[in-house]
């Protein structure tokens, strides 16, 4: 038998990418609310019927200009604290794209702007928990060799 007061709560579904180029990092300004105006990975909500990888493919081509194969896509797990996002409850699963040296981005839908940013020091504050989202990605470098065409 269930609770008659028992609250459900029905989590927005998004996907996020970290894009390497490099010892780089593409992230995107904000241009609207929460954060507006701050930096952020690429990513945003799976449509009806999408994948979190087409999704996170899509996200980063509709925000940065950049193409990339949704199979290629390395997943670095689900980012689900309740507090993650001031709008409510939000689960994001984050990927890994790694992309040539030479990948031009330009803002796009919903980006006001897009910058290359060394992986390790990647500035001010990033929006939500997309800081750690890019620690997840470093370690995921560290551990498993990817090659993301960085000078040694």
Excluded: Q
């Excluded at 996907?15 to 930096?39: H, M, N, T």
């Excluded at 952020?40 to 799976?46: D, N, T």
């Excluded at 030479?102 to 803002?107: G, I, K, L």
């Amino acid at each position: 038998m269930t609770d008659t007061n028992e609250v459900i709560e029905r989590p927005f579904y998004t996907a996020d990418v970290v894009c390497i180029r490099g010892d780089e990092v593409l992230l995107i300004k904000r241009g609207w609310p929460p954060y507006e105006g701050s930096w952020a990975l690429a990513g945003g909500h799976c449509d009806a019927g999408e994948t979190s990888r087409a999704a996170a493919a899509r996200e980063l081509f509709e925000e940065t200009g950049v193409v990339t194969d949704a199979a290629a896509l390395i997943p670095l797990g689900v980012f689900d604290d309740p507090d993650r996002d001031p709008r409510g409850r939000y689960v994001t699963v984050a990927y890994l794209a790694v992309v040539p040296a030479d990948t031009e981005a330009t803002a796009g839908d919903d980006a006001a702007a897009v910058r290359w940013a060394p992986l390790d020091s990647p500035g001010e504050d990033l929006a939500f928990d997309h800081a750690l989202i890019l620690d997840a990605a470093r370690l995921h470098l560290a551990n498993h060799h990817v090659s993301t065409g960085a000078h040694a």
